[in-house]
């Protein structure tokens, strides 16, 4: 029986999704009743996986075989931690979750939106996030966050084709999921981007 709320945080890579979530962790400090989980993760089994996706050896892993991996990790982290924890009312946030498999593996590296739905489907048995807090901001921006002082030279052309596929991605399923998706803009301060999701968080009735 599901009594608290799941809300998942995506966007691409640099948008500032830990820094957000970090800010988050400060604001709930000291109420037990809140969890945070980044994936691919948040179990023994999950780690494990995410072990191999990760692991730089593995470079000739397959889009279907990294789709299905991250689909593993994230079925036992529903079953495991999620799932129970709703069920104790816990607030849960998540780093990631369905979204980014459908931006990432579904649009980035073409396996297609219904493919990517019927396996996120799979693996979340039912569960949907309440709100999905997307940080919006043009990728080759996010990118450079991330790449700090290093800047335009690490840029490989065919690196930012892949994270403007991505951010297109996201773009789509904040259409196709408008109902659950806000987005929020992510350009401008830490602390007012901060702003802006606490906004969103009373919108919806979290906080
Ligand atoms: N609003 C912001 N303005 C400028 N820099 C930011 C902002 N938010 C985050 N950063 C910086 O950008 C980099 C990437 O942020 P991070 O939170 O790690 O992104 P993500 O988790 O989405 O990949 C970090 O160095 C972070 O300090
Ligand atoms: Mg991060």
């Known amino acids: 029986m599901r009594k608290g709320k799941f809300?998942?945080?995506?966007?691409?890579?640099?948008?500032?999704?830990?820094?957000?979530?970090?800010?988050?962790k400060e604001m709930f400090a000291g109420s037990g009743d809140v969890l945070f989980l980044r994936e691919?993760?948040?179990?023994?089994?999950?780690?494990?996986i995410r072990s191999v996706i990760l692991d730089i050896q593995n470079k000739g892993m397959s889009a279907v075989c990294e789709v299905l991996l991250y689909s593993a990790a994230r079925a036992q982290l529903v079953e495991e931690v999620i799932k129970p924890a709703l069920a104790e009312?816990?607030?849960v946030f998540c780093d990631r979750f369905t979204d980014s498999t459908f931006a990432y593996q579904g649009c980035a590296r073409g396996l297609g939106a219904e493919a990517v739905e019927r396996?996120?489907?799979?693996?979340?048995?039912?569960?949907?996030?309440?709100?999905?807090?997307?940080?919006?901001?043009?990728?080759?921006a996010a990118f450079l966050r991330k790449g700090g002082a290093d800047g335009e030279?690490?840029?490989?052309?065919e690196g930012m084709d892949f994270h403007r596929r991505?951010?297109?991605g996201y773009k789509l399923a904040a259409e196709r999921y408008a109902r659950r998706?806000?987005?929020v803009p992510a350009g401008g301060d830490i602390?007012?981007?901060?702003?802006?999701?606490?906004?969103?968080?009373?919108?919806?009735?979290?906080i």
């Open 191 to 206: 602390a007012d981007v901060h702003e802006r999701v606490v906004k969103a968080l009373k919108e919806r009735g979290v």
């Open 119 to 140: 396996l996120n489907e799979i693996a979340c048995a039912g569960l949907e996030p309440d709100l999905t807090i997307f940080f919006d901001l043009d990728p080759v």
């Open 89 to 91: 009312g816990k607030t």
């Open 166 to 168: 991505v951010y297109a």
């Open 40 to 48: 691919p993760g948040g179990t023994a089994i999950s780690e494990r």
């Open 181 to 183: 998706i806000v987005c």
């Open 7 to 24: 809300i998942t945080v995506e966007g691409c890579e640099g948008v500032g999704k830990s820094t957000q979530i970090a800010l988050l």
């Open 153 to 157: 030279d690490r840029l490989e052309q």
